[in-house]
């Protein structure tokens, strides 16, 4: 395939682009860019969005790489089995549980046309303020991190789907957010080779596919190549050749599929302009290029980049040597534009398995007024302030399904109304439901009372010395930082129904919380405890 491939099909293998729409118009234009890859964003018509996938690999002169983020929750297939999320199958932390979640996102993604998936995430969740890690890692716990990652990367790849372990060189020690700017790993090299070398260096021996490489900066490591090297210390990995061909390939000997984070964010945009940027993406090591705004400018940008030598025709090759093997391996070249085998897209059986291991997530974090269990009979009023279901990618908050849960078991559930105000003193239980899983782009999660309660003096009023309260979160495990006070707290990790269903169920005392906390939900803090 290489050998008939002349320059512009190599430039256009260097992109995976996103595809949004269904329809021969989508068809159409993807064809007309030859990428390597796409990755389809899926709206709620399902049998739209299978067959205008499957139409897509059908049109391809070079079979597609497919991706997806598969994390769980809220981002795993809309019409596939719900499963756990990834700081969830840490509290279940049970490694073959994971694998088997991993096996089942596997099954479905190949039986809707996917090969390829993001995950999984290994950064360590070191900072509580991190927003991006949070419910996206596997905790804060290195060992724990590693043992699941591994079963996951074991579960994807045992079934057809190629993994990526991410962020390179390692998230969750900045607070900030690349979608927004580009962030530091701040430790020494003996701390990083401890904890994020030693993580890579695992998912390396253990084969996975490809890393995506962020935009991240590792300091320590430049500065130890040049201590005079300035703000070329803190350059994003996406662009580094000293992060990714020097440490990455040299040092860790990782000899598979190099992708860029998402080109868009700002994290490598704030860093330099695109004409700039974008080329070095790929003269700096990484094999691919992901996702573009303006795709023919981008394609202009790396042509002109070949033809003033800042990427070499080597370089070019280099790439399109490991772009075509990573379709090798997955044997696209046998396989990779036959339509899918959708009917394998929803197992009931596959959904019975995950639920087993999703009922075992939900966290009792405290309870020192001895709350729980919940009876309509003793908490039958209860008032309700909440977020929604809040997530980047689908606009306003969505619903709650525990409210209507709650309802169906007997109890008069009121949502707070910050025109009205009601008086939480008028309720026989006040629940605070928060619904927030890491969120892209938001750059702080915390627990926003003035959001919550409607104003200023609502935000002040702290209701539990005269009701029963307590906050369940499923998302963000770390609102206690935000109200050490708060007497009951329960930790769920994913909004999917499901986990609301079987959070319930611990709620009212008619199933155990088997969950262990993966991560510190007391934020460090030595009075939330009590």
């Known amino acids: 395939t290489l050998a008939g491939m002349d320059r512009d099909a190599k430039v256009r293998q260097l992109f995976v682009h996103i595809c949004f729409g269904t329809g021969p118009e989508v068809v159409e234009r993807m064809t ?76 479905e993604a190949r039986a809707a046309g996917i090969n390829w998936s993001f995950t999984p995430v290994i950064d360590i969740n070191a900072l509580f303020r991190s ?50 700017v580009t962030t530091i790993n701040p430790l020494s090299m003996a701390d990083w080779e401890e904890s994020h070398g030693a993580l890579y260096r695992a998912a390396i021996g253990a084969g996975v596919m490809s890393v995506m490489s962020a935009h991240i900066a590792l300091p320590a490591y430049v500065l130890a190549h040049d201590p005079q090297a300035g703000i070329e210390a803190y350059r994003p990995a996406s662009t580094s050749t000293l992060l990714n061909q020097t440490l990455l390939r040299g040092e860790l000997g990782f000899n598979g599929l190099i992708v860029s984070d998402a080109t868009p964010m700002a994290g490598l945009g704030a860093w330099a302009h695109r004409d700039v940027a974008l080329p070095e993406v790929v003269a700096s090591g990484c094999d691919i290029i992901l996702f573009s705004d303006e795709p023919e ?77 919940l009876s309509p009979d003793r908490h039958r009023r209860v008032l309700v302030y909440t977020t929604g279901i809040v997530t980047p990618l689908h606009g306003a908050a969505q619903p709650m399904a525990l409210p ?74 770390y609102y206690l930082y935000d109200a050490p006070r708060m007497p009951c707290v329960v930790n769920s990790y994913a909004t999917m129904d499901s986990m609301q269903r079987a959070t319930l169920e611990c709620l009212l005392g008619r199933a155990p919380f088997k969950g262990t906390s993966p991560v510190d939900p007391f934020c460090g803090l030595p009075d939330a405890i009590y």
């Not at 860019?33 to 049998?47: M, S, V, Y």
């Not at 590693?146 to 372990?165: D, E």
């Not at 940008?301 to 490991?322: H, K, N, Q, S, Y």
């Open 32 to 107: 007309s860019l030859a990428p390597a890859g796409i990755t389809k964003f899926f709206g709620p018509d399902a049998g739209a969005e299978l067959d205008t996938l499957d139409a897509l690999r059908g049109a391809a002169t070079i079979p597609y790489l497919v991706s997806a983020d598969l994390e769980g929750s809220r981002m795993s297939l809309p019409f596939g089995t719900e499963v756990p999320n990834p700081l969830a199958l840490a509290a279940v932390d049970d490694v073959q549980a994971s694998g088997t979640i991993a096996r089942i996102m596997a099954e």
């Open 131 to 180: 927003p991006i890690v949070a419910t996206r890692g596997l905790g804060s716990d290195p060992d724990r991190i590693r043992a699941h990652a591994l079963a996951h990367i074991a579960g994807l790849q045992a079934n057809g789907v190629a993994a990526t372990v991410k962020h390179w060189p390692g998230e969750g020690h900045d607070d900030r957010d690349q979608h927004l």
């Open 297 to 373: 400018a981008d394609i202009g940008r790396i042509e002109a980049a070949l033809a003033d030598g800042r990427i070499t025709p080597a370089r070019l090759d280099e790439a399109m040597v490991r772009v075509l093997g990573l379709k090798a391996w997955l044997k696209l070249h046998e396989s990779g534009k036959a339509p899918a085998e959708r009917g394998k897209l929803f197992n009931p059986e596959n959904a019975k398995v995950a639920q087993t291991v999703t009922v075992r997530a939900p966290t009792l974090v405290k309870d020192v007024q001895g709350l729980l269990p």
């Open 404 to 477: 209507d849960l709650l309802r169906a078991e007997g109890f008069e559930v009121t949502p707070y109304d910050p025109e009205t105000r009601p008086d939480p003193r008028d309720y026989d239980l006040v629940l605070y439901l928060m619904g927030e899983e890491t969120l892209l782009t938001r750059g702080r999660i915390f627990l926003d009372w003035n959001r919550l309660t409607g104003g200023m003096f609502g935000a002040m009023a702290r209701p539990w010395h005269d009701v029963p309260t307590a906050l369940i979160s499923f998302g963000y495990p």
